[in-house]
């Protein structure tokens, strides 16, 4: 299936997947030359150069795309995820000083060469799983030096591996000790920003909107300004309280709203009106056992809804498209087609590259999946495994 399309499917639209039996696609320099039948010969240039892959009775799609992970981070939580099987709140332990704070010591302490090497091994497993293309934020810094070094890892990556690498700037992840909320906005709009816009370090900016973190009006003052910068705008919305995360989403038309456990009616209405994806990360309600956002209404009331794994070291730790899969077809009840629309175009317009990536499109990336059974909807009906036999890039 082609996901044919150049810009986010709203609720209807997210069931059409376009699909051509003996189908073939033809990429050139690693843009998409030619996509349609078999039965035609398509004339090549130099047919020479070309390597031919012979996918018959395997479906073919468009590479997944990861659109919300923290995979640059130092360290590991496991004993906070027993203190939460065991009833502890995320928020009580980020409260006392653990949970992102803590990934926030480990992630300072760690070298450059050391924060790459485990990014290198978390891509390659994002590569089998079939993601073609990942965003990973930074944000377990807070302070400038750490924040660019996550930043300039992802960049050294994204020019090394084969998945490509889209880079936010999330040091509104959290409030480092010794400031006030307000400080902390101004040190990263006046010292920190203005450096990653100079590297070209990131091309969008995130904040964690939420009860304690950062409150809606200072998060609208920070994104406000990040905008005049030329960021894009991603924001970590309504995840464990309603805070009209979703509606200031909308209102600063932010490429995408991410999380929306808590979203409310109103919030779900502004987000449907607007070109702001809503992106859902089911295995982190999962991991936390929260209750799921309400993605088949979502999808009703018109909204483009993605899905992304948000692997982190925290309240989620995976990188599981299977699971993110599984658990949006059988907890947020999407259609196969709909979780597929969700990890391929609605993936790139939550990123901004629905007109480059996201489908199998003449003139876009040639990034494809061949899988390893008959049709798509193995990938949902096989739960939690593994469906792709070859991710092209
Ligand atoms: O998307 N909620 C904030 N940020 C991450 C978790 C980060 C962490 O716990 O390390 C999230 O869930
Ligand atoms: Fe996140």
């Given at each position: 299936m082609t996901c044919s399309g150049l810009s986010a499917k709203h609720g209807q639209e997210m069931s059409e997947l376009h699909i051509i039996e003996n189908g073939q696609v033809v990429i050139t320099e690693g843009i998409i030359e030619f996509v349609g039948s078999s039965s035609e010969k398509y004339p090549v240039e130099h047919p020479e150069n070309y390597e031919i892959i012979d996918a018959t009775g395997k479906a073919v799609l468009p590479g997944f795309i990861d659109s919300h992970t923290h995979f640059i981070f130092g360290g590991y939580r496991e004993e906070e995820f027993s203190w939460r099987m065991k009833g502890d709140s995320y928020m009580s332990i980020m409260n006392r000083g653990g949970g992102i704070y803590s990934t926030v010591n480990a992630t300072r302490k760690a070298s450059f060469e050391e924060l790459k090497s485990a990014g290198k091994t978390r891509l390659d497993r994002m590569l089998a799983m079939g993601v073609t293309t990942v965003e990973g934020k930074s944000g377990y810094g807070l302070d400038s030096e750490t924040e660019l070094k996550q930043l300039r890892v992802m960049k050294e990556l994204d020019m090394e591996h084969p998945v490509s690498i889209v880079s936010t700037y999330m040091g509104a992840h959290a409030v480092p000790e010794g400031y006030s909320e307000e400080a902390y906005i101004d040190y990263m709009l006046r010292e920190v920003m203005p450096v990653i816009r100079r590297e070209n370090l990131a091309e969008c900016c995130d904040i964690f909107c939420e009860k304690g973190v950062f409150g809606t009006a200072e998060s609208k003052r920070f994104l406000l300004a990040a905008k005049n910068m030329g960021f894009k705008l991603k924001i970590h919305a309504d995840?464990?309280?309603?805070?009209g995360g979703a509606e200031l989403a909308a209102e600063l038309c932010a490429l995408s709203a991410d999380h929306l456990l808590q979203a409310s009616e109103k919030g779900i209405a502004a987000l449907s009106e607007s070109n702001t994806v809503a992106t859902l990360l089911p295995c982190t309600a999962f991991s936390l056992k929260e209750d799921y956002a309400k993605g088949r209404e979502m999808i009703d009331a018109g909204c483009a809804v993605a899905l992304a794994t948000d692997l982190n070291p925290g309240s989620c730790f995976t990188s599981s498209i299977p699971l993110t899969i599984a658990l949006a077809c059988i907890y947020m009840k999407l259609s196969p087609e709909e979780a597929i629309t969700a990890l391929t175009i609605n993936a790139a317009a939550a990123l901004g590259k629905a007109d480059s990536i996201g489908s199998i499109d003449v003139g876009k990336k040639g990034h494809l999946i061949i899988s390893s059974f008959s049709n798509y909807r193995f990938l949902t009906?096989?739960?939690?495994?593994?469906?792709?036999?070859r991710t092209i890039v």
């Open positions: 995840e464990i309280v309603n805070t009906y096989h739960i939690g495994m593994n469906c792709v036999e």
